[in-house]
């Protein structure tokens, strides 16, 4: 099983600020990484698919970035309504994996 | 736009068999695409449990493969989910998405809860 690992688990930030999730592969991936927000009681919404194609309607202060074992979701200027916890996920191979999520909290 | 919906008891008994179904709207399940299913147990993070296509080819997670089916059902334009000898640790919102090769689109989810 590919393992994914994400970091940190948790962040404190304000509005305004810039923030950035990575997450590790165990293995490569190429290119086979999607990036999904989750809010309390919601389902994931898909933001960024192929580590970095940004899906339509996310708006553009979300990047990906990466390849291989590495990548890299940013949000270049945090708004009140991304605070949600954040998941990775590899397509490359089954079983899928996600990675452990990254809590983003108001500081 | 395609849509999926779950459904199912939300209450299944220790041991018993844990059943949903997952209704593809706005598109055809005989598409090119994987059709999942993941769960995620109270305050926990994503766990796959496995994928079919419209052909009924299968994957599933090991860690769950010996209790796990899950089957499409083209005429109904659905996909189910069955997991047997349940226990407290299957307790979980349930999932279903779809993998059309450009990230995952999800339904709402439905909490299953494993009690007597």
């Known amino acids: 099983d590919i393992q994914m690992t994400q970091s940190p688990s948790s962040l404190s930030a304000s509005v305004g600020d810039r923030v950035t999730i990575t997450c590790r592969a165990s293995?490569?991936?190429?290119?086979?990484l999607n990036w999904y927000q989750q809010k309390p009681g919601k389902a994931p919404n898909l933001l960024i698919y192929?580590?970095?194609t940004l899906q339509s309607g996310v708006p553009s202060r979300f990047s990906g970035s990466g390849s291989g074992t590495d990548f890299t979701l940013t949000i270049s200027s945090l708004q009140p309504e991304d605070f949600a916890t954040y998941y990775c996920?590899?397509?490359?191979?089954?079983?899928?994996?996600f990675g452990q999520g990254t809590k983003v909290e108001i500081k | 736009q395609v849509q999926l919906q779950e459904s199912g008891p939300g209450l299944v008994k220790p041991s018993g068999t844990l059943s949903l179904t997952c209704a593809v709207s706005?598109?055809?399940?005989?598409?090119?695409?994987?059709w999942n299913w993941v769960r995620q147990p109270p305050g926990k993070g994503l766990e796959w449990i496995g994928e079919?296509?419209?052909?009924?080819?299968?994957n599933y997670n090991p860690s769950l493969k010996s209790r796990v089916t899950i089957s499409v059902d083209k005429s109904k334009n659905q996909f189910s989910l069955k997991v047997n000898s349940v226990t407290a640790a299957d307790t979980a919102v349930y999932y279903c998405?779809?993998?059309?090769?450009?990230?995952?689109?999800w339904g709402q989810g439905t909490l299953v809860t494993v009690s007597s």
């Open positions: 998405a779809r993998d059309g090769g450009t990230g995952w689109y």
């Open positions: 079919i296509d419209h052909s009924g080819t299968t």
């Open positions: 706005g598109g055809s399940i005989s598409s090119s695409n994987w």
């Open positions: 996920q590899q397509s490359y191979s089954t079983p899928r994996t």
């Open positions: 192929a580590a970095s």
């Open positions: 293995q490569s991936i190429g290119s086979y």
